[in-house]
């Protein structure tokens, strides 16, 4: 059974980086692309980006200047970084795996799903 | 504003049947596939739908969904109170390269 288990510093000032990394168990890394997806308090979901086993990503165009995503696949682990914070960023973060679209390089849909960081940006 | 359009709340009585709808464009819903999700208060999303209306192995035949042109509708047949949640549909879209979620359609069981 796959579990995706994430963490990462819940709190942080304004212009700071966030820093998430979301482990992956029972589960192969190739072949899916690794998401980050979050929700604004009492707001709708937000796809960031997404990032497979060799480092190929997609990122959101409206948050891809501060995005970076990355993957160890010795540890079955992958990361974001969001650079430059602000309180527009705080925000529930998920992970989430999903598999390669069988025509194009990006995921198909979502099957799994970390269980959620809140991050709170505040001075 | 979402590039997906849902309804913000609907409504139905137990044992009941619902639809949400999800409205969108040529870029998005026009030319890819429409997955739903369901999230559970305080829970991260579910798998509900996918490829328009598959559904994956443990959701209930009680929902459904389809796709015409550019909009897309969820069905909840046999409403339950375990049902109440947000629901929000998703697709690609070609012109922002990117996945694009509909705004969320809060379902409450009456």
């Known amino acids: 059974q796959v579990q995706l288990q994430q963490w990462g510093a819940g709190l942080l000032k304004p212009s700071e980086t966030l820093s998430l990394t979301c482990a992956v168990y029972?589960?192969?890394?190739?072949?899916?692309?690794w998401n980050w997806i979050r929700q604004s308090p009492g707001k709708g979901l937000e796809w960031i980006g997404e990032?497979?086993?060799?480092?190929?990503?997609n990122y959101n165009p409206s948050l891809k200047s501060r995005v970076t995503m990355s993957v160890d696949t010795s540890k079955n682990q992958f990361s974001l970084r969001l650079r430059s914070v602000t309180a527009a960023d705080t925000a529930v973060y998920y992970c989430?795996?999903?598999?390669?679209?069988?025509?194009?390089?990006?995921?198909?849909?979502?099957?799994?799903w970390g269980q959620g960081t809140l991050v709170t940006v505040s001075s | 504003q979402s590039v997906l359009t849902q309804p913000p709340s609907a409504s139905g009585t137990p044992g009941q049947r619902i639809t949400i709808s999800c409205s969108g464009s040529?870029?998005?819903?026009?030319?890819?596939?429409v997955n739903w999700y369901q999230q559970l208060p305080g829970t991260a999303p579910k798998l509900l739908i996918y490829?328009?209306?598959q559904r994956p192995s443990g959701v209930p035949d009680r929902f459904s969904a389809s796709k015409s042109g550019t909009s897309a509708s969820l069905a909840i047949s046999g409403l339950q109170s375990e049902d109440e949640a947000d629901y929000y549909c998703?697709?690609?879209?070609?012109?922002?390269?990117?996945?694009?979620f509909g705004g969320g359609t809060k379902l409450t069981v009456l």
């Open positions: 998703t697709t690609w879209d070609d012109s922002l390269n990117g996945h694009v």
């Open positions: 029972g589960g192969s890394f190739t072949g899916y692309f």
């Open positions: 989430a795996r999903g598999p390669r679209h069988r025509y194009y390089d990006r995921t198909e849909r979502l099957e799994h």
């Open positions: 490829s328009n209306n």
């Open positions: 040529s870029s998005n819903i026009g030319s890819n596939t």
């Open positions: 990032i497979n086993h060799s480092g190929g990503t």
